[in-house]
């Protein structure tokens, strides 16, 4: 069994955990990033066509063949470019671009698939599902585009749009910066909406059709509380664990929403991977960088 959600701002994979026993871990452990790098960097494994370049690489996923990579990558944009810096007229990540932002490489690297083009503004979280369809975060309104979360199939066909596109809201068939999405065996669909400051912090639910469930979640650090729910994945046990960022946790939820664990272990999570046989993965690419108030 396969499970994901992942948004690595950098693509490093710096911690691991075997997650089957939630309750042996309540207590709080400062983090640690001095743990033996059991892994090597290839540069320039994936190769761009001709004329193109890698800008900022908002999300990655695999494929149900075990091999292949799905990318989600912001059109050349370079660096986080933030709505703050967005300008009447002028490109913004891949608003106004022509560039696919949703890419598939093969093992060896090699481009084997892209689509996307014009329907994004500020990609954000990527998952491939059980049954290989890949889901797309577009976390910036803008327009008549944005704040939405796309299905497509794996041959770039779209499949269902959830949220009001350039529409900004908290109802429950709307979002304001949705980050990420996983999506169960049985084909419930979770989105986490809000990405800090005057977004949203929730979890939403939705039926595999697209109709909502529920809701749960608000801004604040308490447990089930959230400030940026930047994050989503989903172990064997089919349990949610969400990279509280703002709050620099995980919080571990079942599919109803009920509260089960936090860990603060891994600082600030950008990004989560949960693998078939329980290991947990954590991007934390901004410990102390960024954001002063924590380690």
Request: net charge negative; hydrophobic share 35%; aromatic share 8%.
């Amino acid at each position: 069994m396969r499970h994901q959600a992942r948004h690595p701002l950098a693509l490093v994979v710096i911690a691991t955990l075997a997650v089957a026993g939630t309750e042996a871990l309540t207590q709080v452990v400062a983090p640690t990033n001095s743990a033996p790098n059991p892994y090597r960097t290839i540069e320039g494994w994936a190769k761009m066509p001709d004329g193109r370049i890698w800008g900022s690489t908002a999300a990655v996923d695999i494929d149900p063949d075990g091999s292949s990579i799905w990318v989600a990558e912001r059109c050349a944009a370079q660096g986080f470019i933030p709505p703050s810096q967005m300008r009447e007229g002028e490109v913004f990540n891949c608003d106004g671009s022509n560039l696919d932002p949703i890419l598939k490489f093969d093992s060896s690297g090699k481009l084997v698939k892209s689509f996307g083009a014009g329907m994004f503004v500020f990609p954000h979280g990527l998952h491939v599902d059980f049954e290989g369809n890949i889901w797309v975060t577009d976390g910036v309104g803008r327009g008549a585009k944005g704040q939405t979360v796309h299905k497509f199939s794996p041959d770039g066909k779209l499949l269902m749009t959830l949220g009001k596109p350039g529409k900004a809201g908290a109802g429950p068939d709307e979002f304001n910066a949705p980050s990420a999405v996983a999506v169960a065996r049985n084909g419930d669909i979770f989105v986490a909406d809000g990405h800090g400051g005057d977004t949203n912090a929730r979890i939403v639910k939705f039926s595999k059709d697209g109709k909502f469930i529920k809701t749960w979640g608000k801004k604040g650090s308490a447990p089930g509380e959230m400030d940026g729910p930047h994050t989503l994945a989903m172990d064997s046990r089919g349990r949610l664990f969400l990279g509280d960022r703002g709050n620099n946790r995980i919080q571990i939820f079942d599919q109803d929403g009920n509260f089960i664990d936090q860990w603060a272990q891994f600082s600030r999570p950008s990004g989560i991977f949960i693998d078939r046989n329980d290991i947990i993965y954590v991007a934390d690419s901004e410990s102390e960088s960024v954001s002063k108030n924590h380690p």
